[in-house]
Structure formats: C-alpha cells, structure tokens
DNA sequence: GGACAGGGTTACG
DNA sequence: CGTAACCCTGTC
C-alpha cells in the first residue's frame, strides 16, 4: 500500500487495547474513525494528532517510539495489566463477569486536564455525538491551528487563557446552551487561580474532587469523571443515569466497592459500556 | 410536527 | 434538602 506522505509508524503489543471501544467508550470526545478507512483511528489529545490502527501483530501508532514513550504510553495506560482486572472480578458477580466480557479491551486514558473538566461540563444533559459536536466547534472556533501527517488542519483544545477572555456572545456558535455560562465561569476562575488547578495532579482522589466541585458546572459526577479521565484515580466512581440504572436493577444492596477497592472505577466503565452497548 | 430526553448542576423554595 | 429550570438537538 503506498502512503501519500511519508510519516513515522511504530507498531507495539498490547493486551487487551480495542480501539473501536476506546473511542466509543465515552471517556474521550476526540477519537474517531477515519472515513475512508475501515479500522482505522484518529485522535487529537495533548495538543497532537495520532493515527492507530490494529493489525494481526500489534497495533500501529503514527508516531515514533520517543514520542510513544514520553506520552502515548501512558496516555493509554499501557502500564497496566488489565487481564488481571478482568481475573479479579468475584466469580458470583454475574453482572460485572459479562459487563468486563462485553468491555474487554477499554482503557482508562490519562486525558489532559483542562480538556477533560470543560468536555465534561458539556456532557451534562446531553448525548455522546453532540458532545462530540460541540467539542468540536469549541476546538475549531478557539484551539491553536496545526497540521496533521496527512497535510490537514486539526484543532487542538483550548486553552484556559482564551476560553476565558470569551464572552457568552462569541460562544453562541457553539450550541453549549446554558453550559456556555459554566464554561466561561469555570474558565476565568482557573485562569485566575480561584482554585488550585496546577496542584491537582499533586493531590489525594479526594482533595482533588473536593477542589473542582469548586468549579461552576462541575457537581459530584462531572468532579468523578475529571478524577477518573484525567487525574487516573481510578477508584472514582462517576454515577450516572446509565449506571444508576445498573445499580438499580443489579446492586439494589449496594455496588460491592469492597470487593473492588482501589479500582472501582474501571469496573463502573466496563458496566457503562455495557449498558450502552451490550446484548444489542 | 410537537414532545421528549439526553453521561447533571444550579438556584430557588 | 427536595426539585424545577436551565439550553439545544436529534429522535420518536
């Protein structure tokens, strides 16, 4: 197959990495397949732009190994053996054993953090492909303009700085609806230091929920998703409509945290997915 | 075609 | 402390 221009490719072995439920997996807003072609993957994080796809002998990445290394290693989470997780579940936990079978091969990423507080302020009362939307268009409207390997323009996220300077007017085109107010507030008080954003990478699960429930916008659950999406405590444990549900119908003595502790979270993904995407 | 709900939060009473 | 209202779209 001959590549119209030339760019770097790494191909790696991971264990249990599924693209296709990565991207669908609702932690990430930016990952998408590419049009043309099938199985094939493009996301915009950390300000750069990465191609992946899976092949039968690993999966290609459209970087070089430094670049791997120092960030998409561990963005996603290739640190952790995930096998063990889907070991670990309580073999009486019948809807957890199908909910991790259903999910095998999510990953928790390790979003950047400002990206991850505002898109999920958006994701509030809202659905997955207008999130995506309206990310988008904030990104587009107000993110940094760069080229990608194939010589096309993509946006990276926003920064602080500017979301802040906006006023509500400029981010009418957005179609944020009240969330535009929030993202304004919450903007101008990490640019002004309102909260302690920089030291969050620094602080417990809990100081760091504590921290940004200070936000406007950013209640118990969007606080758990940054925790979890961002920071990577994985013991956060966003509750939402889907998984009160869950919770409802298959944990009505409540979900079995000490069973789990320590990593709850990840289950509470594989149980989101799930109840999306599974027995379809 | 209007009504309704979609990964909640804020701001009242 | 419970709950209506918040904005905008895609879907029924």
Known sequence: ??????????????????????????QCFRMNPIMEQEKKYALIAHGEYLEMEETTDGICFSCTQEEWDKLWKNYFDCGRDYR???RSVDKTDEY????????????????????TT??????????IPRIKKCVQSLCSSFGEEKYNIRREKYYAFPTPERLAGL????????NLGYRSRYILKSSRMIVEGEIDFA?????????????LMKLCGVGIKVAECICLFAL??????????????????????????????????ILQQYAFYYDIYGEM
């Open 96 to 115: 957890m054993l199908r909910a991790v079978s259903c999910g095998s091969g999510i990953r928790i990423l390790r979003q950047e953090i400002f990206e």
């Open 199 to 211: 030291g969050l990478a620094d602080m417990t699960y809990e100081e760091a929920r504590a921290e």
């Open 167 to 174: 006023t509500l007017e400029d981010l009418q085109g957005c």
């Open 1 to 26: 197959m001959e590549r119209k221009y030339r760019y770097e490719m790494i191909k790696v072995q991971i264990n249990d990495f599924d693209l296709e439920k990565i991207s669908k997996s609702g």
């Open 232 to 265: 990577h405590h994985v013991e956060a444990f966003p509750v939402d409509t889907h998984i009160k549900t869950v919770l409802l119908k298959y944990y009505p003595d409540g979900f079995p945290f000490e069973k789990y502790e320590g990593y709850a979270g």
């Open 118 to 127: 505002i898109s999920f302020i958006i994701s509030q009362q809202n659905n």
């Open 84 to 86: 063990k997780i889907y």
